[in-house]
């Protein structure tokens, strides 16, 4: 049966409703995956204009460059979450034993984990008591408060690989996307450029605001970036031609 509350303390509960912002693994592997979606292509993009390849080239390269980018950070992502629950389910396992094994050690740890936020033995006491008589809450307990690990959604590893990898070619469509309309690489180019740093604004812009940043710095960090990644691939082409 769960553990219920004071009617008093449950209704200030229920009128009390705190906005956290609760998406950040969705976040995260949104920006992971449009950002180096912007900057990869758009360097790459920059880097074979300058070698005065044409539009239709560029254009191949770019598109072939952004499948397997895709498929690259794709498979980054699923393997990082994956790991994360695997990493879950093994320290699951170790705690779950030690609780069955040495249970006065673990208890001893509750009681030190408690003692350090300024809880007296005669406060912690019956709380670790507590926790003895319900395995299962007790496990959870360890796993959160001493080992900080929160219990993976199973379908992570897949959401996160499909996440990043549909971000990617979002964000590398943009800067390829002249290249469709200007055969003219020296227009095409001009164009990517435009529109690359619009979209790294904008891009920067929610970034900052999402991750709690200063949205208007984020923004101009973010198209410094990718500006300096297609001038330095745009100037190394340049180089190596001459």
Known sequence: MAATIEPEKQTLLNHHK???FTAG??????????????TVPFALAAGLSGANATSSIVLTAGIAEVAAGAISMGLGGYLAAKSEA????????????????????????????????GIEPHEYAPVVNALRKKPQAWLDFMMKFE????????????????????SYILGGLVPLSPYMFFPRVTDAVVASVIVTLVALLIFGYAKGYFTGQKPVKSALQT???GAIASAAAFGMAKAVQM
Do not use: F, W
């Open 18 to 20: 705190e906005k956290h």
């Open 223 to 225: 198209a410094l970036i």
């Open 25 to 38: 693994e969705i976040v995260r592997d949104i920006i992971i995956g449009v950002s180096d979606g912007l």
């Open 147 to 166: 080992l900080g690990l929160e219990k993976p959604d199973p379908r992570r590893a897949l959401y996160s690989a499909l996440t990043i990898a549909v």
């Open 86 to 117: 695997d990493n879950y389910a093994t320290e699951l396992k170790r705690e779950q034993d030690e609780i069955i094994t040495v249970p006065d050690t673990e208890a001893a740890e509750v009681a030190e984990m408690l003692a350090q936020y």
